[in-house]
């Protein structure tokens, strides 16, 4: 079983800039594909973006370029630095591990982007 927990939400005024964290457990952290996913209220969870054990990355449309994934298998961490946000940025921030064909989540953290 791999626990997943995310940190570093918040609240954030447009054109701030957030870095989430996200903390998996197990020795063979460096062999899990790695993604942050966001579900605003209302909607649908969708893929934000993704880290392959390979450092391969991929990005929704309407994050890239403001948004970068980055791990640290020394750590057992996984970030999200965001730039420019934008108040449809809002939502549940959720952190997903992939291993031996399972999907972890962790509970969420929530971004607000507001004046």
């Known amino acids: 079983q791999v626990q997943v927990m995310e940190s570093g939400g918040g609240l954030v005024q447009p054109g701030g800039s957030l870095r989430l964290s996200c903390a998996a457990s197990?020795?063979?952290?460096?062999?899990?594909?790695m993604g942050w996913y966001r579900q605003a209220p209302g909607k649908q969870r969708d893929l934000v973006a993704l880290i392959t054990m390979g450092l391969r990355t991929m990005y929704a449309d309407d994050v890239k370029g403001r948004f970068t994934i980055s791990r640290d298998n020394a750590k057992n961490t996984v970030y999200l630095q965001m730039y420019s946000l934008k108040p449809e940025d809002t939502a549940i921030y959720y952190c997903n591990a992939v291993f031996n064909g399972n999907n972890y989540w962790g509970q969420g953290t929530q971004v607000t982007v507001s004046s």
């Open positions: 197990g020795s063979a952290f460096r062999n899990y594909a």
